[in-house]
Nanobody
């Protein structure tokens, strides 16, 4: 029902910044309660929760590994979520995905139903 497209990834030196975008289309946040989240997966690693936003409420949560460095924001008119990544480290290298789920379960990392194709972020040392 929801189509997600990530963009903004690339190659950056350690200490640099990137801003990722996740544009949603189809039946989206204004139609019913939804949570939109960011995840990442590095080679050989399990998928890791980065952060999420309750679209209608505006509440945001972050994973411990990115707290204080990454910031989630949104543009309601564009149905787009952003991930501003500052002070990037080599360990941030991963494919970053956005995903959505119904309801208000902001702090539950499970239950995400719709996923984008991901965008590659590579941080060089």
């Amino acid at each position: 029902q929801v189509s997600l497209v990530e963009s903004g990834g690339g190659l950056v030196q350690a200490g640099g910044s990137l801003r990722l975008s996740c544009a949603a289309s189809g039946r989206t946040f204004s139609d019913y309660a939804m949570v939109m989240g960011w995840f990442r997966q590095a080679p050989g690693k399990e998928r890791e929760f980065v952060g999420a936003i309750s679209w209608s409420r505006g509440s945001i949560t972050y994973g411990d590994s990115v707290k204080g460095r990454f910031t989630i924001s949104r543009d309601n008119a564009k149905n787009t979520m952003y991930l501003q990544m500052n002070s990037l480290k080599p360990e941030d290298t991963a494919v970053y995905y956005c995903a959505t789920k119904r309801g208000f379960g902001l702090y539950d990392v499970n239950g995400y139903e719709n996923w984008g194709q991901g965008t590659q972020v590579t941080v060089s040392s």
